[in-house]
């Protein structure tokens, strides 16, 4: 009895190994030679198709053996790779997959690949090249394909669906269709119709301010086209109506953004105003308007920003099934997580109130300079820990935002990190790093670039400072970018450039990740200007020239060429390209060293400069370095109060002019002065007037200019006060609740 009932068993066994009842090991490929067929659906979808022939081709490439693709299950033979929607596909899996899911199944000597709504096939047949084949796409370059004649799947049974509805990470690494579909990211044109700061794009002020200024925004009893007024009933017919016609245009488009203006100044009028008191913050006009938009188009995703002003959620008004709110952490330092950085309390107080009214929620981060794009920016610990915070607080969506189409430090690293982050939060980001760089760099120069990043991190850690998404390279010249450090970093970039000097593709790539230092270096030599690590020294005969290699050519060129050679577009959001870096360098050689016998003087302040903006402290405006466009250094700022600055020569001076410069940069809320008065004196008690200067008034414009002013007049002093008077408030045009006027000062020139 028992001998006949395992006799009936192994039979069974046979019979449901026979039918691919039991998975085992698959060997695709041996030695060169295939009896496998890429099975597809009898009519099979674009995308089915594409994705049978990326399979097919990165197999040929691996071991040699082409794979023919055939249609239907007729033509499948004894062993098969099912992909898509086959007969037999669906019969093993009846089930339907999450959206962008995909699924890995091996039954008996067959393979199934089958993925959800969109894109989910293709990242399954990525999916398997990269953990089973040993293939790899790190950046926007070719990807790495190893060479195998025999291939071997393992059992496998893998379900993966996404972390996140959303996934982009804004690096040039986007322009590369492939690269988003291997490492499952997306990008924002291929989804929305109309994406991000929207309100000028419904309603243009051109079409309509000098008509209409009603369907503006209302600040301080004045209409200004800074935001709408989400009030006004023309206003909703409006952006109705051109919703309508761009979606007419491009139906396949799944979210469309409904948003405000990157600008302040939101609407008070009296039907704006009662909603936003009633809901205590800005965003309660917007997400009654916003719902009110939304319910025209039901089968559309619209988008929001929670941002600047309107980044607190409102008390009860919930936003419409339909819309998401897409949440900004801006105003967050970089230094630690999302979790425990201090600046970012309000974001993760803004996140738990959008989240008790909505279960969707983007997040628009920020992982770069934005001020300096090629700058240091040692945040890589961070990016896991954000990951995990967002989705352990029901976020749904992510906008990494790096430096665009431009390159930016370690923007190949940043963006794979990124991307398996996003498919995974819990991956081991160390081990991801370690690969990325062995893979990437080669395992020997890889070694030196990891201990390049791990002193940079070790030391900005160390250091206690904030690591700020607007800041620069030049204010840490005493944390992490000290002169002695980035001379270590030096040392470590020749070693790994002499571990790749045979390979000119790896040249390439390490010569890209230098670019930082050397930018820095640079932007590190106008602080410090005519002192060490400068850019001017002073010859035997009193002469400042330029010093070392600054006065080669060769070396800025060599640099600029560098840039545009790895992809710099520009060098900050907005900012200057390679070749207007290099002419700024030009007129800053040329223009040398403006003469002053107030060098090194003694400054006394009446009221403090701005913290935030410290240069070199008082003596900025007696180092002899000149301010430029950027107003983070070489300036001397003062927020809301006046410049009374006191310069002591030391004893009386022969004074003939006495200059300065002040920047002009309404975006940032730097203004020029109302009133310049100079005064001397011969003992620092009793001052004598020695001329004033009227600045014209400050209209509404958003250019940066530096702005010279003269006062003249012979006499003998020791003593100099120079009083800049700041606005008493903010211009209508550029008010903010929460910014204040500021002045800055860059040098006070005596001659």
């Known amino acids: 009895m028992n001998r006949k009932w395992l006799c009936g068993y192994f039979i069974i066994l046979l019979i449901l190994n026979s039918c691919g009842g039991r998975s085992q090991e698959i060997v695709l490929v041996s030695n060169k030679v295939s009896e496998y067929k890429i099975v597809i659906p009898s009519q099979p979808s674009a995308l089915e198709q594409r994705a049978a022939k990326v399979l097919q081709n990165y197999i040929q490439q691996i071991s040699g053996a082409q794979l023919p693709v055939v249609r239907g299950d007729a033509g499948a033979g004894n062993a098969a790779l099912y992909l898509g929607h086959t007969q037999k596909g669906d019969r093993m899996h009846p089930g339907k997959l999450a959206a962008e899911a995909y699924l890995l199944e091996t039954r008996g000597k067959d393979l199934f690949i089958m993925g959800g709504s969109g894109k989910g096939l293709i990242y399954g047949v990525y999916a398997l090249l990269e953990n089973n084949m040993g293939c790899k796409k790190l950046a926007n370059v070719p990807a790495f394909v190893p060479s195998a004649a025999t291939i071997k799947i393992p059992v496998l049974h893998e379900e993966v669906k996404p972390q996140f509805e959303y996934r982009e990470c804004y690096y040039p690494a986007s322009a590369d269709a492939e690269y988003l579909e291997w ?47 989400l009030g006004n009933d023309e206003v909703y017919k409006i952006v109705v109506a051109d919703m309508k016609k761009r979606i007419s245009d491009n139906p396949d488009a799944i979210y469309w953004s409904v948003s405000q203006n990157d600008d302040i100044g939101y609407c008070e009028c009296d039907k704006c105003k009662p909603v936003n008191d009633e809901q205590g913050t800005p965003a309660g006009s917007l997400i009654k308007f916003v719902n009110k938009v939304a319910g025209n188009f039901p089968d559309k995703k619209i988008t929001t920003l929670a941002y600047a002003y309107t980044h607190k959620a409102p008390k009860s008004l919930k936003p419409a099934a339909n819309v998401y709110i897409f949440l900004s952490n801006i105003e967050a330092y970089r230094d630690k997580p999302l979790s425990e950085e201090g600046s970012a309390a309000q974001f993760r107080t803004d996140l738990k109130g959008w989240a008790a009214l909505t279960p969707n ?70 081990k991801l790093t370690a690969d990325f760089m062995t893979n990437y760099y080669g395992p020997k120069a890889s070694k030196n670039l990891l201990a390049y990043i791990n002193i940079m991190q070790e030391k900005m850690l160390t250091s206690n400072r904030k690591l700020d998404i607007y800041g620069n390279p030049i204010n840490e010249y005493r944390s992490y970018l000290t002169p002695d450090l980035i001379e270590q970093y030096g040392t470590i970039f020749d070693l790994a450039e002499g571990e790749v000097e045979n390979n000119p593709t790896l040249q390439d790539r390490v010569m890209k990740a230098r670019l930082s230092l050397e930018y820095t270096v640079l932007q590190q030599a106008k602080f410090y200007g005519i002192e060490k690590h400068g850019i001017f020294e002073k010859e035997n005969n009193g002469e400042w020239v330029p010093k070392g290699k600054f006065r080669d050519p060769k070396h800025l060129r060599a640099f600029i060429d560098n840039c545009n050679k790895a992809g710099v577009k520009e060098l900050s959001e907005g900012g200057l390209t390679p070749d207007k870096y290099a002419a700024e360098w030009a007129e800053i050689l040329k223009g040398g060293v403006t003469p002053t016998k107030a060098i090194g003087a003694t400054v006394a302040l009446q009221y403090p400069f701005a913290e935030d903006y410290p240069a070199k402290g008082n003596r900025t405006l007696v180092d002899g370095n000149p301010g430029y466009n950027d107003f983070s250094f070489n300036w001397l700022c003062f927020y809301n109060v006046p410049m009374v600055a006191t310069i002591d020569l030391g ?71 120079v009083t800049a008077t700041n606005l008493s408030a903010l211009p209508v045009w550029r008010f903010s609740a929460t910014k204040k006027p500021m002045i800055a000062c860059d040098e006070v020139y005596v001659q």
């Open 361 to 430: 929620i983007f997040v628009w981060d920020y992982i770069t300079q934005f001020t300096n794009y090629l700058a240091p920016f040692p945040n890589l610990h961070t990016l896991q820990p954000n990951i995990q915070y967002m989705k352990d607080n029901g976020v749904k969506g992510i906008f990494a935002q790096g430096s665009g189409d431009t390159y930016g430090e370690w923007a190949e690293l940043r963006s794979y990190l990124e991307a398996k982050l996003m498919a995974d939060s819990k991956a081991d980001v160390k």
């Open 183 to 229: 490492n499952r990211l997306q990008k924002f044109e291929d989804l929305w119709g109309l994406w991000g700061h929207s309100y000028n794009k419904l309603v243009p002020p051109a079409t309509y301010f000098k008509s209409h200024p009603e369907y503006y925004a209302l600040v301080k009893g004045v209409r200004q086209p800074s935001q709408l007024c």
């Open 651 to 721: 004893k009386l001076q022969s004074i003939k002019t006495i200059k300065m410069h002040f920047l002009d940069d309404p975006r940032h809320w730097i203004f020029l002065p109302e009133k310049i008065k100079v005064e001397v004196s011969d003992d620092g008690v009793k001052y004598r007037a020695y001329d004033e200067m009227t600045p014209p008034a400050n209209g509404e414009h958003f250019d940066v200019a530096v702005k010279p002013y003269a006062a003249k007049g012979s006499t003998n002093a020791r003593f100099i006060k």
